[in-house]
């Protein structure tokens, strides 16, 4: 408590109360100048700048002229303590030595124990690793009997994606016969109607150049034989009738052949739109085959489990090879 009141008896010398400093910032802190220019007020913050310049100063100096006692103080204490210390060091030191005699014999024996401990700890620890090294040896040689099953495996399915490969070329050379075999229909039936619209333009005009000769004959008989021009005009006719009558019938004629190659056609369309529409379906056989190729089977360890998961493989490699071969 004592020591407390001197403590701020001697505060109370620098003469610069809370008070003061709380009234300096309430009425300089909201100084300001507008701009460079703003001399008026730069004025007044440089006398103020000066006045609480003038108080730190005045704090500084006071701090110095007080520590000083102080520091005096802890300068004798040093020294005092330092002569102490050193008479008392030869001490320390003498029963240090006759301390050290009694440990060091106890560390000497501690790592005496300890290096046999580790001697033993290296046996123990090599006769570890020589049996990892021997499972390790029984593990590779596991595993490199399972590598080659592997393998084995690995060349089937090579063979099956060989002949799924080869069966895909044939399907596609399937595909190119039915497109150039549509395309030897609609070319022949091109030319039949072409050669259908020739005849027909060929017989029209004979029969035109025909009439126009009948008529002529007809015409010079009017006059000198009438009943032969009724008997001529019976004639025509009967045979306008007949060329009619062979119109239609060519014209029917070449109705039914277009018709027939219109059916052929059309069956042959629906053919390839069937083998089209199929497809999606081979494919997506062919992907679920791959995908069950594909499929991650689980790391197991134990025997039993390798044996089960080697059948599965075995039974689904069989599957893909069906699915791969599926004709519809």
Known sequence: MVEQQFVKTELAKYNLSDAKIAEMKKDFMPLKVIDANDLENYQIIKEKWKIVQGYRISVEKKRIELKRVSIDF?????????????????????????????????????????AEEKAKSEAEAKARQEEIERKQKEEDDRLEGIRLE??????????????LDEQKRVNEEEEQRLKEESEKLERAKAEAEAKAKAEEEAKIKAEAEAKVKAEEEAKAKI????????????????KAEAIEKAKQEEKERIELEAKEAAEEKAKFE??????EALKPDIEKIKKLAKDILGFDYPEVSSEEAIEVVNNVKREFAMICSKLMEVKL
């Open 74 to 114: 802890g300068n004798a204490v040093d020294d005092e303590a330092k002569r102490l210390k050193g008479d008392m060091a030869k001490i320390e030191e003498h029963l240090y030595i006759q301390k050290k005699i009694v440990e060091d014999e106890k560390k000497r024996k501690q790592e005496e124990k300890e």
């Open 150 to 163: 592997q393998e084995a495996k690995e060349k089937t399915i090579k063979e099956a994606q060989d002949k």
């Open 223 to 238: 006059e000198a034989e009438k009943q032969a021009k009724e008997e001529a005009a019976r004639t025509e006719k009967e």
């Open 270 to 275: 629906a053919e390839a739109e069937r083998q």
